[in-house]
């Protein structure tokens, strides 16, 4: 049988992330998110194949939204090694638009933001990038001092109901704005 889990396989085949979660994602963490994919699909943005090992890009107007990360455990050495699955979002129409801020606020989805925020470590993307420091921003209502601005695109690892809810709304809010652009 083949391994549809190495990169070697996945160029080769460039498969649907469904037939991938099964062989990488711990037990109790796949229905989440199989459940997460499938809501894509619905809603327009279905996941294809990156052409990164264990990656797939959801689009929108034909630009990432959303990028899925299926981590195993090849990945140990990573402090990123301990999760599963990774949600990393790409809305900066989010940031920008007024309306999307109010709705957020009003929602209360700021924290699916907040809490994923990062201090500078000034070893940007594991040393492959120059560092440019830490930034201030103020994100909410909320001013942020020394923050990585590598984490605007947040990345939600192994999110639970809660969480993955907030990332189904900003989507859907990032979805909107681009359509209304």
């Known amino acids: ?38 809501w894509l699909r619905e809603s327009k943005m279905a996941p294809g194949w990156s052409g990164v090992h264990n990656a797939w890009d959801a689009k929108c107007k034909g630009k990432t939204i959303c990028k899925l990360s299926l981590i195993n455990k090849g990945w140990a050495k990573l402090e990123r090694g301990k999760y599963s699955w990774v949600i990393k979002l790409y809305c900066p129409h989010v940031f920008k638009n007024k309306y999307a801020e109010d709705v957020i606020l009003n929602e209360g989805l700021q924290s699916v933001i907040w809490n994923r925020l990062r201090e500078c470590t000034h ?15 103020t994100l909410y209502d909320k001013e942020f001092k020394g923050i990585c601005p590598h984490s605007l695109y947040p990345e939600i690892f192994d999110p639970d109901e809660t969480t993955l809810n907030g990332v189904k709304r900003l989507l859907e809010l990032e979805k909107q704005a681009r359509t209304e652009k």
Request: aromatic letters at 6%; proline letters at 6%.
């Open 1 to 38: 049988m083949t391994d549809i889990t190495t990169l070697k396989v996945q160029r080769e085949t460039r498969p649907k992330i469904e037939v991938v979660i099964p062989f990488v994602v711990d037990d109790q963490k796949q229905e989440t998110a199989l459940n997460f994919v499938s």
């Open 123 to 137: 070893d940007c993307l594991n040393g492959t990038k120059p560092c440019i420091g830490g930034n201030t921003y």
